[in-house]
């Protein structure tokens, strides 16, 4: 009914994180189950299916390092096209997992514990397929070792004043400080692996992996202390990366790109896709594994309200680029704009606008941000149109540069497609790994966000409440219980 | 058939200290206040997520984490800084009548590595506070701590704390209701 569902977002009056009163050993046991349970005949087809495009990928760069940049349909106008767009990209979908994971963090938004596992991995599978652009892009790839600065007997050094390189530095900076984030929430969910390990490999590869973490709560007071402070330095972190990106371009006085929005934009733009990507993620991923109680209707709608925002503010980028290109007037500004969305490339840029800008704007309304279709066919617009927003600011900017002489018309080669195509098999592959062998929700956290974690609440027994649980009951129904519970805990005197 | 003489090499073992475990982080924040009240001082919880509040029943200042990470960070700067510095003076450009060490332009390197080191001043910071990795503990004897991971709050009270008499420490186990009240060796 939606109407509870209505009620449930009064101020003061939360919507329950966890449906079906669970107790904690009920948690483990649903996502623990997970990794633990036989590998699915499903899993294995869709493992195939990823590592199969992984294959394109891999053929692809073989190609590319045997022959060449020239398999690429770059030419000497559009010297970037592709590469960068897939870069951007995938480095853009990397961005939602630190901003789950840290700024929501900050924020004390609760609800994103059940998500931030799996957003965070989702991160760092990006991040390994952004990479794999401005490595191979270099085109000798077994030189891309001169884009850090390592002492070398040509006494050459990397110039520290190209936006390039702070990309370098940036990038490989936001990798290891995700790697690091990511580890530090898993050690307590690999330790409960450990103690239900049946396995003697299983005990010795979870053992070495939970360092032999005991939940000693002096080890917590510390635990907890390295994740707040990993959480303040990946804020400031997440912001930074992509404006660093967004520098390659706004530094340049090419037309199109020399922008001062850029920075602000392409952060919104990026948390705008990856939010997008973590919805379609989690969208099947809950449903495959029953984690309906765990990641509910209302954390989906709480990301289709981000979409919404950061899609709207995209929507204004977009508009005031268009408005300075004018008001600046600069010709060649002008140019580039009215290019842009009236020349050869139009139909790249409107795409972009319904994808981007258009379709999130359902999500006013409640029923489209609560319907699991709706909000995954969205989703999945969004992720093609902020690949688009990429592809028209590279390629429209640069196939009509100064001289008309040199205009020229992008069109990819087989390459090019393959190479993007097999960098989604990478992420596949690399994310249902993920998902078959290590938590895909942060079991410890979970159990934190649960009424009767507070050690002040009172001690209702759930028993019966934890069976429809166990069953995967979830949905409104539930919720209409969950309410007089919390009426109930409310009314105890604290312990 | 064991050899008869087995037992000389064995080492004399030492008990570690006593342990017991709560179902409600309830009943482990009550115990901990009364370990406090009653004077103990080596004794830690163990539980499945951090209870909060915890800390202040159990009289425990807060982490000096922070500090670390706040030496790693300036390291961090100080090293890109010295990077920069170096490269620029070492191998210089002259591009656009800029100095050879533009600050300006070095300020996102500054940033990331100060960021950089600060997690990595976190990250091994923390395992060093906690001595962790470790190989074993003599709390993971006991035979219900799989559940500490799970669903039971644990309290481990040490042998080596002056108020520690086993028979006295068990009998308080017991009056705060604790389960399955063992002696864990070292």
């Known amino acids: ?495 | 058939m064991s050899p008869p003489d087995e037992r000389v090499y064995e080492e004399p073992k030492k008990a570690f200290g006593l342990m017991g475990y709560f179902l409600t982080p309830g009943d482990l924040l009550h115990a901990c206040e009364k370990l406090k009240a009653s004077g103990y001082r080596h004794y830690d919880a163990h539980t499945p997520f951090p209870v909060h509040g915890l800390e202040k029943a159990m009289g425990l200042p807060p982490s000096k984490l922070p500090w670390i990470v706040l030496v790693a960070g300036f390291t961090g700067l100080a090293s890109a800084i010295a990077l920069t510095w170096y490269v620029s003076t070492d191998y210089s450009l002259i591009i656009s009548g800029k100095p050879s060490f533009s600050y300006q332009a070095y300020v996102p390197i500054m940033f990331e590595l100060t960021v950089l080191f600060s997690a990595f001043g976190t990250f091994f910071g923390m395992w060093g506070m906690n001595r962790l990795p470790t190989y074993y503990h003599p709390t993971m004897t006991h035979p219900s701590f799989p559940r500490a991971t799970d669903d039971a709050f644990f309290v481990s009270i040490e042998a080596r704390d002056p108020k520690y008499d086993a028979a006295k420490t068990k009998r308080l186990l017991e009056e705060l209701g604790a389960k399955e009240i063992l002696e864990v060796m070292e």
Not at chain 1, 164 to 179: E, G, H, N, P, R
Not at chain 1, 233 to 246: E, K, Y
Not at chain 1, 270 to 284: K, T, W, Y
Not at chain 1, 360 to 367: A, E, I, N, T, V
């Open chain 1, 1 to 495: 009914m939606s109407t509870v569902a209505l009620q449930d977002d009064t101020p003061g009056k939360r919507a329950p994180l966890v449906l079906g009163h669970p107790d904690f050993h009920a948690v483990t046991e649903r996502i623990a189950g997970i990794t633990e349970r036989k590998t699915a005949k499903s899993w294995l087809v869709l493992l195939a299916l990823a590592v199969s495009v992984l294959m394109i990928l891999l053929g692809s760069l073989g190609k590319l390092v045997a022959q060449g940049l020239g398999i690429w349909g770059l030419n000497n106008t559009v010297f970037w096209a592709w590469d960068i767009t897939g870069f951007v990209f995938w480095i853009g979908i990397g961005h939602a997992g630190t901003l789950i994971s840290a700024i929501l963090f900050l924020f004390r938004q609760k609800w994103r514990t059940s998500i931030n596992r799996a957003a965070e991995a989702m991160t760092i599978f990006a991040v390994m397929a952004a990479a794999i652009y401005p490595t191979f892009h270099v085109g000798r790839v077994w030189f891309a070792y001169w884009l850090f600065p390592i002492p070398n007997q040509m006494s050459m050094w990397p110039q520290f004043k190209s936006p390039l390189l702070w990309d370098v530095f940036a990038v490989s900076t936001y990798a290891t400080v995700s790697i690091l984030f990511w580890y530090v929430g898993l050690v307590p969910d690999l330790a409960t692996l450990r103690d239900r390990a049946t396995s003697k490999t299983k005990q010795i590869v979870l053992g070495i992996f939970s360092l032999g973490w005991r939940g000693s709560h002096r080890n917590w007071l510390n635990y907890e202390k390295a994740y707040l402070i990993l959480a303040g330095l990946s804020t400031p972190l997440v912001l930074s990366v992509h404006t660093i990106v967004s520098f390659d371009f706004a530094v340049s006085i090419v037309p199109g790109w020399h922008t001062t929005i850029f920075p602000p934009y392409f952060v919104a733009g990026a948390i705008f896709s990856g939010f997008a990507m973590v919805v379609s993620l989690m969208v099947i991923a809950r449903k495959a594994y029953g984690l309906e109680g765990l990641i509910t209707i209302k954390h989906l709608e709480n990301m289709n309200k981000i979409i919404l925002a950061t899609g709207t503010m995209v929507g204004y980028a977009y508009a005031m680029e268009a408005f300075i290109a004018w008001y600046g007037g600069n010709e060649y500004e002008r140019f580039a704009f009215a290019n842009r969305m009236f020349g050869p490339y139009k139909w790249a840029y409107w795409t972009m606008w319904s994808c981007n800008v258009f379709s999130p704007q359902l999500f006013w309304f409640k029923r489209f941000r609560t319907s699991i279709p709706a909000m995954f066919v969205i989703s999945i617009f969004v992720n093609i149109g902020m690949w688009f927003e990429r592809f028209v600011i590279i390629v429209t900017s640069l196939h009509r540069d100064y001289i008309p002489s040199s205009w020229t018309y992008f069109r990819p080669s087989l390459f090019d497609i393959s190479t993007f195509l097999g960098s989604f098999g990478l992420f596949f592959t690399m994310f249902l790994l993920f998902l078959r062998f290590l938590p895909a929700v942060a079991i410890s956290e979970v159990k934190g966000v649960m009424p009767q974690a507070d050690p002040h609440a009172g001690h209702d027994d759930h028993a019966t409440a934890h069976d429809a649980f166990a069953e995967g009951g979830h949905g409104d129904e539930s919720a209409e219980s969950d309410d007089a519970a919390k009426d109930e805990e409310e009314g105890h005197e604290p312990a």
